[in-house]
């Protein structure tokens, strides 16, 4: 049978473990969310030339 100390110690080294992973993911997590705030310009932009480009294609299949 553990004794308290022991009990202690196991559950301060889960806590730790615990929360350095929990940090570890809340920087990941800040990490992406700027990355995802990054792209979201160049996906409005590709998104505008796509559908002018669409049109232009569209126009040009009218015209032959």
Known sequence: ???PEEILKETQLSFDTNLAKAQRLEQEITKLQEELRSLQLPLAEDQGAIKKLKQLVQSVKETV
Do not use: D, P
């Open 1 to 3: 049978m553990n004794t």
